[in-house]
């Protein structure tokens, strides 16, 4: 413990800067993997445990489509869409085959799905660290806020991000095909009695949570290296944000992706070995006294 | 005593023998090794499947209490004030306390979120241990070693005792398990497993049943670390890391749930998974996975539970064949 530190970042406003800083990074990354798991939980009912190997296939193919073609924007839209595909690849040949059967039946199936990714991508890219570097569009000197440095690629992180979860956001909740997947998660039969293709729009749902989790793994690979086991730690993190802003929820995500982002950052001064500890505390005390998250809606 | 309870002293009796047998015909150590895993992980997938296949209860958390077993054990055999079964009663009682602690937060949730809450518990466990280096000594382990003073003239440093120990304990702690799966209780479990709110209108009080098998589950965790803590002298963080629970889940899931000896079959598989995978090939996880997903996809459950499906199926045809060959043979007549 060494609270007198964290006493004295939060006396300076540089050093506050800093962190509140890249604790929203932290926490947009965790709310792009999170609301794409969550979608997935709200609509098709399952848990994606597999999750964090889409942000890792993002990140690698994101790695794989800059060094080709040096364009960032290529290196987002890939590596985004290439985790997409191999979703919807995946819901199809796999998880579609596990749905109705217990919970333990998809765990199982995607725990197998992590040890083949993670293998693959041994395979296909090699062990060892890996790094992108900055993209020279944002290879410019920080921004300086109230004392505070904030380098200008993770203020295009959180605006990318935003923008994403207010797409998705607005997508769900005001166009035609929004309202066919929240009946979807409502009553699927009366949607597949209705003529719709239920299974094509589980396949669509699926993917796009998982494009979610590519993006993100895309996004934060300019300022992460990059490793076969990267999804795991982001998988578990995604799953505290999840459960404590209610499974199902969007806006929950966000708050609670927030909230996990600066608890990070800030804890990493004042207690860096309990972070996690009290991370997993808070996830605790959320579903003791209202176990369907901040803003999930009441089970029933 | 019932014939049932017989039958199952005298399946317990001939495993034993057979444990104790086969490192006299095979003497080598690696043999002996494997078999001490097999036995801690198989305790471990065992005390998980009175939760999870008895009850009903998926928890990702047991691990906790495997952790504490092996962390209370090793602390207080370093401690110098203790004998071994001394020791590990302490370190039963500790356990079973802080079962029962976190198991009155976590019964009252269902499904997933019980899951979800057991992993918090476990994970916050796995940072203490991490954190409150001056004890448990962090990442790095219980250091050290664990002192083994010999009592009752049962000296446990030398690897053969150790090992006869160990079986000992393994099978006594299976007929323990297995008067629970058999009992009035077992049953009761299995009906708040399949119809929680009629339990609870013939007047059982689910909580409370709930609570005693997470209780003892716990607990038997607990004698698993003991044993995989006496085993490598030592204890770890990871015992208490979300992926010793994992891999729990994965041996109930691979040798079956819903027959008794399940979890050990599953966790002798994965055992034998790991071993030889990776002595053939580096790409440990690559194999690993197909075969999951092979027997995932394939079978839809367990070894062993598909085992006793197949059997049941074979019997009624059988029993269909038997009974139209009888009017068959009267017509004849």
């Known amino acids: ?300 | 005593m019932r014939r049932e309870s017989l039958r199952d002293l005298f399946i317990a009796a001939v495993a034993l023998a057979v444990l104790l047998v086969l490192p006299v015909l095979f003497p080598q150590p690696a043999l002996r090794d494997f078999l001490v895993y097999v036995i801690a992980y198989g305790l471990l997938a065992m005390s998980l499947n009175l939760l999870v296949g008895l009850t009903g209860l998926v928890s990702f958390g047991h691990a906790a209490y495997f952790a504490s077993g092996a962390y209370s054990f090793g602390l207080l055999m370093q401690s110098g004030h203790f004998s071994v079964p001394m020791a590990m009663l302490c370190a039963l009682a500790g356990t079973a306390l802080l079962a029962l602690v976190i198991g009155a937060i976590c019964v009252r949730l269902k499904e997933i979120y019980f899951s979800f809450i057991t992993l918090a518990f476990q994970m916050f466990i796995h940072s203490i241990i991490l954190t409150w280096v001056d004890v448990t000594g962090g990442d790095q382990g219980l250091r050290g070693g664990i002192p083994r003073p010999a009592f009752l003239g049962i000296d446990l440093s030398q690897a053969g005792t150790l090992y006869a120990f160990c079986a000992v304990v393994f099978i006594v702690c299976l007929l323990i398990m297995r008067q629970v799966w058999q009992s009035p209780f077992g049953y009761t479990l299995r009906m708040i497993r399949d119809n929680p709110a009629r339990a609870n209108f013939l007047g059982v009080n689910v909580l409370r049943m709930k609570l005693g098998i997470f209780v003892l589950a716990g607990t038997m965790a607990s004698m698993a670390g003991i044993l995989m803590a006496l085993f490598v002298s030592g204890a770890y963080a990871e015992f208490a890391f979300w992926t010793m629970s994992g891999e729990a889940i994965f041996m109930i899931m691979l040798g079956g749930m819903q027959v008794f000896l399940g979890p050990v079959i599953g966790a002798f598989l994965l055992q034998t998974l790991n071993h030889y995978v990776t002595i053939y090939t580096e790409h440990h996880g690559l194999v690993l996975g197909l075969v999951i997903l092979a027997i995932v996809l394939g079978l839809r459950r367990g070894v062993a539970d598909y085992a006793r499906d197949w059997l049941a199926a074979r019997r009624t045809t059988r029993e269909a064949a038997a009974l139209e060959a009888k009017p068959a043979k009267k017509a004849v007549s």
């Open chain 1, 1 to 300: 413990m060494n609270l007198e530190v964290l006493a004295g970042c939060l006396a300076s406003g540089a050093c506050v800067v800093t962190q509140i800083s890249s604790g929203l990074i932290v926490g947009m990354l965790l709310f792009l993997v999170a609301s794409g798991l969550s979608l997935i939980f709200g609509v098709l009912g399952i848990v994606n445990f597999a999750h964090g190997a889409f942000y890792m296939a993002g990140a690698y193919f994101a790695l794989l489509a800059y060094e080709q073609t040096a364009s960032f924007t290529a290196a987002l839209a890939f590596g985004a869409l290439a985790a997409g595909v191999i979703g919807v690849a995946f819901e199809r040949f796999i998880m579609s085959r596990v749905y109705g059967h217990d919970v333990l039946m998809q765990l199982l199936v995607c725990y197998a799905a992590i040890l083949i990714f993670d293998d693959l991508v041994k395979i296909l890219f090699g062990a060892d660290y890996k790094l992108m570097g900055m993209p020279d569009a944002f290879a410019t000197a920080p921004i300086q806020i109230a004392g505070g440095f904030v380098p200008s690629y993770y203020i295009f992180m959180l605006v990318m991000a935003l923008a994403a979860g207010l797409g998705l956001w607005l997508g769900i909740n005001k166009t035609r095909i929004g309202k066919i997947i929240r009946a979807l998660a409502i009553n699927p039969q009366m949607v597949g009695a209705l003529g719709i293709n239920t299974k094509l729009l589980y396949a669509g749902v699926f993917g796009l949570g998982c494009v979610l989790a590519g993006l993100a793994g895309a996004l934060a690979a300019p300022v992460r290296s990059l490793t076969p086991g990267m999804g795991l730690s982001v998988l578990i993190e995604s799953f505290i944000v999840t459960v404590i802003g209610g499974m199902g929820s969007i806006p929950g995500a966000l708050v609670a992706a927030l909230l996990i982002g600066l608890t990070r950052s800030f804890g990493a001064i004042g207690f860096p070995l309990f972070v996690d500890g009290l991370m997993f505390g808070l996830m605790a005390l959320v579903l003791v006294v209202r176990p369907s998250g901040l803003l999930g809606a009441k089970a029933s």
